[in-house]
């Protein structure tokens, strides 16, 4: 009948400037489609070079490689009698685009660049690729030497156009084009496009899958159709964790899908999609067929191509599917697992060092590594291969087959209690007990002589003897005291993570795993080069409150008791001396906030761009009842002097798992200052005024009218900045988490443990 066209997707695990592994990636992906029936392979953004190249892209060679990539892929003999079109950098006139590059038979059929680039979030696609201005229109693309004498082509149309078969006709977008608010899949489908190709380089964000797949479904409901959208899946060596979630929908229906977590490098999700389905859906909406009717013709590339059968009525068409979504919890339990994987297969390096306090963080960090361990395990035991080879490469085994999570978890993971005379018994013995349920080897130090000789080399050369406050120091002493005991783990985690291998007789070093969530590094509430610092963290991207519900959706997951006791303990640094031998540290006292609140900070500060005063506005109604306008006011204040004295910190901070639309992480995500002007004189004013028209009920549109207020507002801000000890040089000898005993005189008590003048 030939009305029935089965098309693939594929999501692909690709990894920057990896061409070799990039093409077997790619070719296999085209096999499995042949094998699974489909005329047409469609597979993800920039799939031969790999998304996260960046700067090479501006590199000759990465377009040298690419074409040679190309040429290999056209000329195999898998690539034959199917449509596919695979993503790559192409230079045309001096001008380099993101392109998806159609083939059939050795041919090129188009090169079609993308049209709208994306530049927030992780992205800096304008950075290298210029977005395609030219509209429904085509050029002359000049063929490299090589690829000529081989298609005996020497120009293939360049543009945006779509390609017509004998049976129907395919049209292309690129990632961000179906995030527009002009998408052009609209314009395609009113000019008779019937199938339309999406190839996506989306990274996963905590409750964001639903997202895409909303914007897939509506794509084809409003127009009508068939769309395709095949995403990236894994690390290419960013911060990022490709979603995978490759999807195929019809007429509004989700019909075909692929995972968001899992080993798998090539995953390949065909449907097929009865035409006619398509076309009566079309005409059944009147008001489309109106506007259609008046849509100027999309450039069409014609074709001698037929991907639908003759003989196709015994031939089956995908039906509408539910997608079930993943919950936070899962998704922290999988997608950083996922990255470490990643991570460690393509790094090198056998294994993971990690501190171990015993505290939700930490505890967090290592349930993720078991968690690791766990998908190895299942993917070896339903026959991946591509996993059993890795694992037994990065053990240096190569009989081993892996069976039980926690054995693996003891070969990959050393964890490490390192306890000082102020460490408390307690959260050492739920460092034990978590090693010992998750499976890690597990080593106890003391690393209180160390600290003890590098005082001694202090008091040697100053003739001073540094005390905590608790025994007459003063804050820097304090500070200092605590500080030296947190960088000293950073320094003891890199020397065993480089020689623990060689006490097991294994070959190579552990990659060292940091543990700071994404709050403490909003506040800056860490210790610069202590053990945050690290090769990569897992957790810097997860807030404390999404990881305290991840860790007791893990209790129960993966039968870990100790955790209950871990989730109730109250977060503590035990860096400063025990009182008759109990805790008398508490991050939050430290810091003068709460995590929850830190969290609403972080989400107003990033996601809806608030400076100090539009945060005060928007937190005086959305606590009221809780605080009065004056504690927010304070807390607000408190929050961005916090945020100023400790931003220098993100520059350094350890590459992060990204989970969060609310991360500091200035080197890809949050690019702003890290030297600020910490008394924020003009935006605090501006809140000390909007309180005086809080308690007095003048109308805000009085906002700085008044001369005398203003002069009012400047010398009571003089006054309390000089009741804050708010200099230069006391912000200068800050650093790590603050204490907060009251919210009008917080600057003269704030601590912060990492010794480094801003």
């Not at 505290?359 to 960090?365: I, M």
């Amino acid at each position: 009948m030939g009305r029935k066209i089965t098309v693939a997707v594929a999501t692909l695990n690709q990894w920057a400037l990896d061409f070799e592994g990039n093409k077997a990636r790619i070719l296999q992906s085209i096999l499995e489609a042949r094998e699974m029936g489909a005329t047409y392979r469609t597979g993800p953004e920039l799939e031969v070079t790999g998304y996260s190249c960046e700067d090479h892209f501006h590199e000759s060679d990465t377009f040298l490689h690419s074409w040679e990539v190309l040429l290999e892929l056209m000329l195999s003999p898998v690539s034959q009698n199917i449509l596919i079109d695979v993503g790559m950098p192409v230079q045309h006139r001096n001008v380099t685009y993101n392109c998806r590059v159609v083939f059939y038979n050795k041919k090129i059929l188009l090169i079609r660049p993308k049209l709208a680039n994306c530049d927030d979030g992780n992205y800096r696609e304008t950075r290298w690729f210029t977005p395609w201005a030219k509209s429904q229109k085509t050029e002359d693309y000049y063929l490299p030497r090589m690829i000529a004498a081989h298609t005996g082509q020497y120009t293939v149309p360049i543009g945006d156009a779509v390609i017509a078969t004998k049976d129907t006709c395919i049209g292309y977008e690129i990632c961000e084009e179906l995030w527009n608010p002009k998408s052009t899949h609209i314009d395609m489908s009113l000019s008779g496009v019937e199938i339309i190709s999406n190839a996506s380089g989306s990274y996963m964000q905590l409750r964001k899958a639903y997202i895409t797949t909303d914007l897939i479904r509506n794509a084809s409901f409003k127009a009508g159709g068939a769309y395709l959208f095949s995403n990236l899946r894994g690390c290419d060596g960013q911060r990022v964790y490709f979603n995978g979630c490759s999807a195929i929908a019809l007429n509004g229906d989700i019909i075909e899908r692929g995972k968001q977590f899992s080993l798998q490098d090539v995953e390949v999700t065909v449907a097929t999609i009865d035409l006619e389905d398509i076309r009566a859906y079309r005409s059944a909406l009147r008001s489309r067929c109106s506007t259609a009717s008046a849509t100027p013709t999309y450039p069409r590339i014609q074709t001698d191509i037929e991907l639908s059968q003759t003989n196709d009525v015994y031939l089956q068409t995908s039906v509408p599917i539910q997608w079930i979504y993943h919950s936070a919890e899962e998704e922290i339990a999988l997608g950083p697992a996922c990255w470490l994987w990643d991570y460690l297969r393509r790094s090198g390096q056998g294994g993971f060092f990690l501190p171990l306090s015993g505290g939700v963080d930490s505890s967090s960090t290592a349930t993720i590594v078991h968690s690791m361990c766990r998908l190895v395990v299942d993917a070896v035991q339903t026959g991946n291969a591509q996993v059993l080879h890795d694992v037994r490469k990065i053990l240096a085994d190569p009989t081993y087959t892996p069976d039980n999570a926690q054995a693996l978890c003891n070969r990959l993971l050393v964890t490490c209690y390192m306890g000082s005379e102020n460490s408390s018994v307690e959260t050492r013995q739920r460092a034990s007990l978590l090693a010992g349920q998750l499976g890690s080897y597990h080593l106890e130090i003391a690393i209180d002589g160390a600290v003890r000789a590098l005082l001694t080399i202090f008091t040697t050369v100053t003739g001073m003897v540094p005390q905590f406050k608790t025994k007459g120091g003063c804050p820097r002493q304090n500070l200092a005291l605590q500080n030296i005991q947190a960088r000293l783990r950073m320094v003891l985690s890199y020397l065993f993570a480089q020689l623990m291998l060689w006490v097991r007789n294994r070959p190579g070093g552990l990659l060292v795993l940091g543990s700071a969530n994404v709050d403490e590094a909003l506040r800056g509430y860490m210790t610069k080069y202590d053990c945050s610092s690290a090769d990569v963290n897992p957790i810097g991207g997860i807030s404390k409150t999404d990881l305290r519900k991840f860790l007791i959706y893990a209790k129960e997951k993966f039968n870990l008791p100790i955790i209950g006791e871990i989730v109730q303990a109250p977060p503590t640094a035990e860096l400063e001396p025990l009182v008759e031998g109990q805790l008398a540290q508490t991050d939050e006292q430290d810091m003068g906030m709460t995590y929850a609140e830190l969290s609403e900070y972080g989400r107003l500060r990033k996601q809806q761009y608030c400076g100090p005063y539009s945060m005060f506005c928007k937190l005086v109604g959305a606590w009221k009842g809780v605080h009065s306008p004056e504690e927010v006011a304070n807390k607000v204040k408190h929050f961005f002097r916090c945020y100023a004295i400790n931003r220098h910190k993100m520059t350094v901070l350890t590459p992060s798992y990204h989970a969060e639309s609310y991360s500091p992480d200035d080197n890809r995500f949050d690019h702003r200052p890290f030297l600020y002007p910490v008394a924020w004189t003009w935006q605090f004013r501006s809140i000390d005024e909007e309180l005086i028209r809080i308690k007095t009920g003048v109308s805000t549109t009085n906002k700085g009218s008044s001369v005398e207020d203003h002069q009012h507002q400047m010398s009571q801000h003089s006054a309390n900045r000089d009741s804050k000890n708010t200099s230069p040089i006391f912000f200068g000898l800050q650093e790590k988490k603050s204490i907060h005993k009251s919210h009008t005189s917080v600057l003269g008590k704030i601590k912060d443990r990492t010794g480094v003048p801003v």
